[in-house]
């Protein structure tokens, strides 16, 4: 299914040099969101809820319990909205108007389905465990059949998306480049503190080694 970048409820129509219509920025601030928020009526009430999740080509599966009322309520209605940002720091200004936050963001439409094969949902339920934390689903022992059964995994179909990138120097009126006042860009990242392990079971006789996800995750904290 082919995506359509902007779509009519996607284009930017406010600052619109800020935004990027090509798949390969979509995609690739999908993959480094670490969740998400999919959007849906709910009792007559617009809702969101935050959710895990992963991309694979157009389509995003999300998940949650077999009796989530929002998903559920995205599948009633065969569509949702599902918005990310990544928060990349503070562009400061001058002013207070002028400044703002450096960010990416994802506006995504698209219709649902329900994942009811269970071969497909075990596989989709261990690539949102690697999205997560790569590597992590070799790792722990694979979901059982009730565990499938109990989760709702919803799969929703990109077509119509957009996204929206502000970053750069800040939008300082020319007099007040002459103030005495810093301005510039404080980059933020997302970071992971030392693991601690919770001393439980065979974690108790300290012989389970730290797994090779953590290493890796570790090794990107510097």
Same mark, same amino acid.
């Given at each position: 299914m082919s995506v359509e970048l902007p779509g009519e409820r996607t284009r930017l129509r406010r600052l619109p040099e800020k935004a990027r219509y090509d798949e390969a920025t979509l995609h690739a601030v999908l993959d480094e969101a670490p969740f998400v928020h999919v959007c849906a009526t709910v009792d007559g009430l617009?809702?969101?809820?935050?959710?895990?999740?992963?991309?694979?080509?157009?389509?995003?599966? /999300?998940?949650?319990?077999?009796s989530n009322a929002l998903l559920r309520a995205a599948l009633a209605q065969e569509r949702a909205v599902v918005t990310a940002t990544i928060y990349d720091g503070l562009r400061l200004a001058r002013s207070g108007f002028e400044s703002s936050v450096a960010y990416r963001s994802v506006v995504a439409i698209g219709p649902c389905r329900e994942v009811d094969d269970l071969d497909e949902k075990r596989r989709v339920?261990?690539?949102?465990?690697?999205?997560?934390? !790569?590597? @992590?689903?070799?790792?722990? @022992?694979?979901?059982?059949?009730?565990?499938?059964?109990?989760?709702?995994?919803?799969?929703?179909?990109?077509?119509?998306?957009?996204?929206? #990138?502000?970053?750069g !120097?800040?939008?300082?009126?020319?007099?007040?480049?002459? /103030?005495?006042?810093?301005?510039?860009?404080?980059?933020? @990242?997302?970071?992971?503190?030392?693991? #601690?392990g919770d001393g439980r079971g065979a974690m108790a006789t300290g012989a389970v080694p730290l797994p090779a996800s953590l290493r890796r995750l570790g090794a990107t904290r510097d």
């Open positions: 617009a809702s969101a809820l935050a959710t895990l999740h992963v991309r694979e080509a157009s389509s995003l599966y /999300l998940h949650g319990s077999q339920l261990d690539l949102l465990v690697d999205h997560a934390l !790569p590597g @992590r689903a070799s790792e722990v @022992r694979p979901a059982t059949e009730r565990e499938l059964r109990l989760t709702l995994v919803v799969a929703l179909a990109i077509v119509e998306a957009s996204v929206k #990138v502000s970053e !120097p800040t939008d300082d009126d020319e007099d007040d480049l002459a /103030l005495e006042v810093w301005g510039g860009l404080v980059p933020a @990242r997302l970071v992971y503190d030392a693991p #601690v």
